[in-house]
């Protein structure tokens, strides 16, 4: 009998989420959002920046659709901690997510300029230290996506939520 592993099914040997496994019978983690959001708050956001004004940080992400090939673009917060950066999730597994998964790659808009980049995703454990960075940054706008941990949480309260939110190091395209 072969050894049990902790990761779940669609996770590999790290717990990085693979893909493999998800029969769609059981939604992943995702909190859709609201008609303000996402009809004012998310186009106004991604208006200026893609105008050339990044508002904290702010980015519009463009990843290829893992069926259709079609860019995709949403906005996006893009932290920078201790000499990385990343992109993290705070509603979950949302469609940029499973596409990044798929096309590995993407492209970071600010204006006229787009830089590509490719996405490694984060182990749950890595996730600790960067999804810490981002409630800092971030809380007053994604804390209640976190169920009530914030920068301030224990690592193992952290830990704990770490598998709702999916995170990827930004990293040179090759």
């Known amino acids: 009998m072969p050894a049990a592993s902790s990761a779940p099914d669609d996770a590999d040997a790290e717990g990085r989420l693979t893909g493999r496994g998800h029969t769609g019978l059981v939604p992943a983690h995702y909190r859709a959002p609201g008609w ?3 009809n004012v708050l998310n186009r106004v956001v991604a208006f200026l920046t893609r105008h050339g004004v990044s508002v904290l940080g702010s980015r519009v992400l463009a990843v290829r659709g893992r069926t259709s090939g079609v860019w995709r673009t949403t906005p996006v917060n893009l932290l920078d901690h201790q000499g990385h950066r990343y992109l993290v999730s705070p509603r979950g597994e949302g469609q940029w997510v ?18 590509a980049f490719r996405g490694r995703e984060l182990a749950h454990e890595e996730k600790v230290p960067v999804l810490r960075a981002y409630l800092a940054r971030w809380k007053f706008e994604v804390g209640v996506f976190f169920d009530g941990v914030g920068p301030d949480s224990t690592d193992a309260e952290i ?13 040179p395209v090759h």
């Open 159 to 171: 830990l704990a939520i770490a598998a709702q939110h999916p995170a990827f190091e930004v990293l």
């Open 98 to 115: 499973r596409n990044l998964r798929v096309a590995g790659t993407g492209e970071l808009r600010v204006g006229r300029r787009a830089e």
């Open 36 to 38: 303000f959001t996402r």
